[in-house]
T-cell receptor, first 112, second 117 residues
């Protein structure tokens, strides 16, 4: 069974630009969560989706948004990028929100 | 704010030695995960501990959960170099509706383990 996939794997952007990251969950999984990982702040929760609905949202500014499609694939968007948005963005999927979450390889974003 | 504290944050040990990583958390939960992360890589699920007193073992790693003490441990037996990585514990709040803006998985800061030959 294929694991969680994330695209792109690496991304370089400049301040002010916007970016869209994609996550394809494990087949059959309907829950998708997003996390931001930085050396200083560690792993911080961004959003959680289940059945195309956002169930939880972390304490991030409105520049961070996301959505989930009917096939459970999810995207997150960051607008007006700032230097501090440089991070590893991890997506995790689970059968439901209460089942083990399996993480994808991540998208490493560098904002210059 | 709900907190998950791991200690130590850095651990340097010699091959063949034993050591324990501790994970304390500040809220009620009966489910806890341990993950491993290699440099530049994603998180790999190691153990899921589902109830008080749960103990899981895989190779040289053994994890346990004491929900009354709000404590989980990850014990390393006879460490080998291949175990060098960062280990995270994560408390699952999905059963208690306490996730909210912190989400359902609250992670510790991680323990960076370096095993030297």
């Amino acid at each position: 069974k294929a694991g969680v996939t994330q695209t792109p794997r690496y991304l370089i952007k400049t301040r002010g630009q916007q970016v869209t990251l994609s996550c394809s969950p494990i087949s059959g999984h309907r829950s998708v969560s997003w996390y931001q990982q930085t050396p200083g702040q560690g792993l911080q929760f961004l959003f959680e989706y289940f059945s195309e609905t956002q169930r939880n949202k972390g304490n991030f500014p409105g520049r961070f948004s996301g959505r989930q499609f009917s096939n459970s694939r999810s995207e997150m968007n960051v607008s007006t990028l700032e230097l501090g948005d440089s991070a590893l963005y991890l997506c995790a999927s689970g059968l439901t929100m209460r089942e083990t979450q399996y993480f994808g390889p991540g998208t490493r974003l560098l904002v210059l | 704010e709900l907190k998950v504290e791991q200690n130590p944050l850095f651990l340097s040990m010699q091959e063949g030695k034993n050591y324990t990583i501790y994970c304390n958390y500040s809220t009620t939960s009966d489910r806890l995960y341990w993950y491993r992360q290699d440099p530049g890589k994603s998180l790999e699920s190691l153990f899921v501990l589902l109830s008080n007193g749960a103990v899981k073992q895989e190779g040289r790693l053994m994890a346990s959960l004491d929900t009354k003490a709000r404590l989980s441990t990850l014990h390393i037996t006879a460490a080998v170099h291949d175990l060098s990585a960062t280990y995270f514990c994560a408390v699952d709040l999905s059963h208690s509706r306490s996730g909210g803006s912190q989400g359902n998985l609250i992670f510790g800061k991680g323990t960076k383990l370096s095993v030297k030959p």
